[in-house]
């Protein structure tokens, strides 16, 4: 297998969760018990991986028996098709409430309890799995404070978990995530979640390469932000951004130890070049872009050395954000890609100059269909004349339909 393959897969596959999980770097905590703990022991903190109990851990066998288990639950073959889709796993994104204890009186476990319970358990998960895997740090990592801090063999493992494993819980295509943007009652003082190091990197490493949804159009959604549970399910996604571009955003992050800045920006950009270096079918359908993310998105997109289709639809694109866009993609950038689709944005005909302007500089150049169905074009046939003097391989230009 080729080094680029082996990269990807590792965020493509559940073997590097697998192996990870054996390793023993982290606990991964059963929902089924989880709610049950936040529901008895109401306002009790949760407890650290080192107090935790062996019942409410989940192994790396347990793992895989829950993920070969998957039912299925709309037709046949649902059950086969959820297995290389989705794994029995949700990571906690959040922000810590004090240095000593994340979540002191539980308050953040209730809220995450419910949210599980409402939007994520209850409504599709128990459907395929018999339980799921958390992964939330407090509880999956060994701890300093809240109790005797870490034996040496611990601390020991504790770094190999932070530097061998932490690029997977939230990068991961097959994992979910729920982002605890928002404080329970009585913490309002607290360093938001948008200002944090690490919840930055979790967040960011999540927009990647995750679907929507776990199957398509249809099942859970893989990103599922904590402010939003109570109305739409989904999670507003965000373009995906280069390592350079987050290293700007990074050093306006706060962490609670400094340290980390620099753990956080080599791990993301291990994520980010592995994930956008390797992956040949990029989807970033439905991403609302706004001011700026033009050329954010086109920075990231220099990258997708591999990608052979790119589609970008319904994603709100003005001719200002493709200029940006374009204007990032120089002469080789996205060398094998063969399709390229915008269908059902907002551009006219500036827009698509400025795409033709960028096949014209040698971007793109093995790009054999574009389809740019329902924007905002004027004239047609110019269009295609246009992408077609431009683009050197193109053999079809659809402006008005998606055959």
Not at 269 to 282: D, N, P
Request: charged residues 25%; proline residues 5%; glycine residues 8%.
């Amino acid at each position: 297998m080729s080094v680029q393959r082996t990269e990807i897969m590792r965020y493509r596959g559940p073997k590097a969760v697998f192996d990870a999980v054996e390793s023993d770097c982290v606990a991964l905590v059963s929902l089924r018990w989880l709610l049950k703990y936040a529901k008895d022991l109401p306002g009790k903190a949760p407890p650290r991986r080192q107090d935790l109990p062996s019942k409410a851990i989940i192994s790396a066998q347990r793992l895989k028996e829950l993920h070969n288990g998957c039912r299925p639950f709309s037709n046949k073959d649902s059950g086969a098709k959820c297995k290389q889709m989705v794994l029995p796993l949700i990571s906690i994104s959040y922000a810590w409430l004090s240095r000593e204890n994340p979540d002191p009186a539980g308050a953040q476990l209730k809220l995450i309890a419910d949210c599980l319970r409402k939007e994520l358990w209850s409504h599709r998960m128990e459907l395929c799995f018999e339980d799921v895997a958390v992964f939330w740090d407090w509880m999956s990592l060994y701890q300093e404070h809240g109790g005797p801090g870490r034996t040496k063999e611990q601390q020991g493992v504790f770094k190999k978990a932070l530097t061998e494993t932490m690029d997977l819980w939230y990068s991961h295509q097959m994992i979910a995530v729920l982002f605890v943007t928002v404080f329970p009652e009585g913490y309002g003082d607290v360093r938001p979640y948008g200002e944090r190091g690490w919840p930055s990197f979790e967040r960011r490493s999540s927009q990647l390469i995750k679907r929507a949804k776990s199957f398509g159009l249809t099942g859970w959604c893989m990103c599922t932000d904590l402010a939003a549970h109570q109305g739409s399910h989904d999670t507003p996604r965000q373009v995906p951004f280069a390592p350079v571009t987050f290293d700007g955003i990074l050093q306006q992050r706060v962490f609670t130890n400094g340290a980390d800045r620099e753990v956080v920006s080599n791990l993301y950009q291990k994520v980010a070049t592995a994930v956008l270096g390797a992956t040949s079918e990029i989807v970033y359908d439905q991403i609302k872009v706004g001011e700026g993310d033009g050329e954010r998105l086109g920075v990231a997109l220099g990258m997708c050395e591999n990608a052979t289709s790119l589609s970008l639809r319904l994603m709100g694109l003005t001719d200002a954000e493709v200029q940006a866009l374009c204007a990032q993609l120089k002469a080789g950038a996205l060398p094998k890609l063969r399709s390229l689709q915008l269908q059902d944005n907002l551009i006219s005909d500036s827009g698509m100059a400025a795409i033709a302007e960028a096949f014209g500089r040698g971007a793109m150049p093995n790009v054999k269909t574009i389809k740019l169905a329902r924007n905002k074009v004027t004239d047609v046939s110019s269009a295609n004349s246009l992408f077609l003097a431009h683009a050197p391989n193109a053999k079809a230009c659809l402006v008005n339909d998606d055959e």
